[in-house]
């Protein structure tokens, strides 16, 4: 993407800032307003300053990343322009004139418009009936003409590089593709402000970067682009201008050739930040677990695991790196007990684990860390104290009998609570009330804060800040040195690399290599997730 | 804690008084039917009798809780369904097959003492509920089948049941019409003479030891834990090595044993024998008092209180007010309608979401998309 930034247009990066008194009265200069002004933004919840006199503009045609931790105004911010929320304080300009928003409707019909976190799409209609869904224009309100229909949609696909097919189901589309749905239900709407909330959360690197040029592109024909992520490498790579938020203010503001990931790390968390924590030497023991000749099918019967064999060493990392969907997924879920392996065996501290269940394997000194920590980690409606207690709740101190011990279960709360650095009012309110940061620690203080032979860690950063990140890091290396066998699924290269000890690279089912962890080549592993290495191995051959 | 029960009641209190405002209005549109002219003091005279009905003396109070009983326990049938995440709508034939085996027993053992004949056809009464609750839970948890179609389904097989056995094997000798055998010595005693209306039998008192047990069993124990969890997030509970499938069953069959004991001590108590064309609405009653008690065992017996308080009252209303008792089944409609609408009490009383937490209600909208469980 680096060779494109030359041709980018050059106000994003080269004027005056926006606030500056005299920036749209200079009438010899050519100076287009910004399509977006929002000026001291100040809006109070109840015992929160959510955002504190934020100000921020946007140009036509720029990418502008706002930049913070989970729960420091972003979100907040974007509802005000969405209209889903009203300031305190403040004023909204586009293109130079004050608007009041009433609501999204309003907001659409401005032209700003925003692609969430969680798509809002309907699964059973195609893609173009997605996009024209609510669309008064189409000339038959009842009935659309879907060879029409199609024809635009493919059109409007292809002006910006990619090629859908207009006529596919929207539940049939990987996450990558659904969100390209949503960005173009955006520019059919004429969106000239689009806002996109942490779109990379859920997207492969392979599909970030496709992403990316989508936006560039979109940026280049003149749309205002505001990115809100708090992936520091993400917004270096892809913004024009950075305005980084801390606690509701606005903490700074960087363009990317004049900052690098440490500075915008200390200007989100407040503080120095490590943003690759320092492993150390290992010192691998005794084999804890033992995968071998391992087949797994997926929920449709489909062997999506296939004769897979490894062995992790007690005190040691064994990183799966791979896209995500490449098996690994059925992999964890078989090793940890949630999936019945097809084939092949499973040993763990030489017991055969292949069929046990999650209770057996949690009693041999099994933990795991799920992706999806709402669906599995934790039940949000219970307090903090039953879900720190929602593998052991059955067992003494916790229970005598079929009674539970409450007392007991609120002691080890309130200790993992304070040991793992939750940020809580108190262990008794709700899982659901906590931050996505503070919910995967406490899962993290739950699996983590015990006798373990083996740890298993699936995704355990994804959608974190950076300062839960290098928290979570650390305490995964405490693990390993403590003597703990881990095997870390994720599919964050950079986290693999960073951790592991040794590296397997996961490709359709089956490990194609295994590396070590401090000398693996960064490219060479991305090479080896994209393709499964057939063509490096031909490489290596011929060279 | 007081604060969160204000929260916790808030959407019930609010429903209950739109019901009641609802009410009034019905009654004041019809009233020129009943005296000649619009009375707007019609809806107080009718409450004020509802309240005098129920409450305002010895025999009311005694009528209304012989009429909350089966209520309750019914309702606490539903309420560890929504816990479980399961919306049991057999409380009916649950009902119904208990109160038939209850029957069938007490008959069979009219002349054994009562020490033994009284604790025999409970047992049956529960036995019969339990395995009726069974078999929906067995289908839910092994083969998916959805347990809101399999209990509608039991019910009308309930129904069935009870003709066949009432005008067939039990059917009493020489009767005038199709039903059991006297109960005789299985008879609850009655211990509260209340002189007129229903007797105070002694299976009044169940719910009140019945309820305390089931809020021990959800809140204080791993059992409890389990079937809150697996209705909570059912990938969770099996995360944390529970079964999803064992604790379905369970709940459903715990569930049914509670009507089938309702159902038994319908007959032990109140009407001493079966008659063929048995009718209740209890299943659907129970579904209201669920909801009203927010699926808390507290709340469960609070709810079925109050809609026992509306059908003991009921009488003196139709004699006091000219409203017939049928005012009663709108008032409860109205409430359900309220309940299951819940966005308009909140916007009238201007209640958060997420202050009340509408668990239970999810469980009845999303019962009709659920997915066979896991493991």
Known sequence: MSDESATHPPDGRTLEPALSPDAGTQPEV???????????????????????????????????????????????????????????????????EEVRIAGPSDAIARGISMVHQHFMLVPVLTVAENILLGDETMA??????????????????????????????????????????????????????????????????????????????????????????????EVLEIADRITVIRRGRVVGERV?????EDDLAQLMVGRDVQLIVDRGESHPTDIALVVDHLSVKNDRGNEVVRDVGFEVRSGEILGIAGVAGNGQDELVEAIVGLRRPSGGRIELDGHDATHMGPRQMHTLGLSFVPADRHRFGLVLSYSLTDNLVLTDYYAPPYARGIVRDDAASHARAVEAIEQFDVRTPSADVTAGTLSGGNQQKLVVAREFDRDLRLLVLDQPTRGLDVGSIEFIHRQTIKKRDAGTAIVLVSAELDEVLELSDRIAVMYRGQIVAVRDGRTADREEIGLLMATGGRKVVAGEAAS | MIARAVRLLSLPLGAILLALVVGAIVMIASSP???????????????????????????????????????ILVGLAVGLGFKAGLFNIGGQGQFLVGAVAAAGTGAALAGSPTAIAVPVALLAGMVAGA?????????????????????????????????????????????????????????????????????????????????????????????????????????????????????????????????????????????????????TNIGFDAITVALLGRAHPVGILLGGLLLGAMRAGAGLMQIQAGIPVQMIDLLQGVILFFLAADVIVRRVFRVKAADVGVDELQTVTSSYAGKAPAG
Do not use: C
């Not at chain 2, 019609?42 to 909350?68: H, K, M, Q, R």
């Open chain 2, 131 to 279: 395995l009726y609750g069974f078999i929906p839970g067995f289908l839910k948890a092994y083969t998916g089948a959805h347990e809101v179609v399999t209990t509608i389904m039991l019910n009308y097989v309930a129904i069935q049941i009870v003709s066949f056995l009432i005008t067939g094997p039990l059917r009493a000798p020489g009767a005038s019409f199709a039903r059991s055998d006297d109960v005789g010595n299985a008879a609850l005693p009655a211990v509260l003479n209340a002189g007129s209306g229903h007797p105070g039998h002694i299976g009044i008192f169940v719910p009140f030891l019945v309820v305390p047990l089931i809020w021990w069993l959800l809140f204080k124990t791993t059992a409890g834990f389990e079937l809150r969890t697996v209705g909570a997030n059912p990938d969770a509970a099996l995360y944390a090595g529970m079964r999803p499938r064992r604790v379905i069953v369970l709940a459903l069959t715990f569930g049914g044993m509670l009507a089938g004991l309702a159902g038994s001590i319908e007959i032990l108590g109140v009407t001493g024998y079966m008659p063929a064309a048995y009718s």
């Open chain 1, 30 to 96: 050519h100076v287009r307003a910004p399509a977006l002004e929002m000026r001291g933004i100040t809006k109070r919840y109840p015992g929160v300053l959510a955002n504190d006199n934020i100000s921020l503009d946007v140009k036509p045609g720029e990418i502008h990343a706002l930049l913070g931790e989970n729960g420091a105004g972003k979100t907040t911010l974007m509802n005000i322009l969405y209209g889903l929320a009203r300031p305190d304080d403040g004023a909204i300009l586009l293109d130079g």
């Open chain 1, 140 to 233: 038959n309100p009842i009935f659309l003409d879907r060879k029409e229909a199609n024809e635009r949609i493919r059109l409007l696909g292809q002006r910006f590089g990619f090629d859908i097919d207009p006529a596919e189901k929207v539940g049939r589309l990987s996450v990558g593709w659904q969100q390209r749905v949503e960005i173009l239900k955006a520019i059919y709407r004429d969106a000239r402000i689009m806002v996109l909330d942490e779109p990379t959360a859920v997207l492969t690197p392979q599909e970030t970067k496709e992403i990316f040029a989508v936006l560039r592109r979109l940026a280049d024909e003149g749309h205002s682009i505001i990115f809100i992520s708090h992936k520091l490498y």
């Open chain 2, 33 to 71: 039917l009943v005296t000649g002219h619009f009375d707007v003091t019609l809806p107080l005279t009718t409450y004020w009798a509802l309240i005098e009905g129920s409450l305002l003396s010895f025999n009311a109070i005694v009528d209304t809780i012989v009429n909350a009983a089966p209520l």
């Open chain 1, 256 to 260: 990317p050739a004049d900052t690098d």
